[in-house]
Nanobody, 127 residues
Framework: QVQLVESGGGSVQAGGSLRLSCAAS????????MGWFRQAPGQEREGVAA????????YYAASVRGRFTISKDNAKNTLELQMNSLEPADTAMYYC????????????????????WGQGTQVTVSS
């Protein structure tokens, strides 16, 4: 099990940018896949972006592709999510998640692929 702590959320106007970070208690080769999910009030938690660490493969939801970038900062031992051109529809609680099994295009953005979750960080985008 790994402890995950998100940071970087906040309030921004439409068109602005935010960068989320996820600090893990330990980043080991045993963590195969890491992802960012979000959940708006009254909605299901949805996958936003994921990273298959062994191959550095990235996966994105259609709604954020081209605007969001997921990356791993090996120096800081953090998972990052750069969010540009933010829209009011991006308003949600954002969660970091880790999986001990490999992920691919089908599983990477599915919440049941992940076993460890952070507490979340709120992102609010106003029009």
């Amino acid at each position: 099990q790994v402890q995950l702590v998100e940071s970087g959320g906040g309030s921004v106007q439409a068109g602005g940018s935010l960068r989320l970070s996820c600090a893990a208690s330990s980043f080991t080769a045993a963590i195969k896949c890491m992802g960012w999910f979000r959940q708006a009030p009254g909605q299901e938690r949805e996958g936003v972006a994921a990273l298959y660490t062994a191959a550095s493969s990235t996966y994105y939801a259609a709604s954020v592709r081209g605007r969001f970038t997921i990356s791993k900062d090996n120096a800081k031992n953090t998972l990052e999510l750069q969010m540009n051109s933010l829209e009011p529809a991006d308003t949600a609680m954002y969660y970091c998640a880790a999986s001990w099994t490999s992920c691919g295009s089908i599983s990477a953005l599915r919440r049941w692929s992940y076993s460890d979750w952070g507490q979340g960080t709120q992102v609010t985008v106003s029009s």
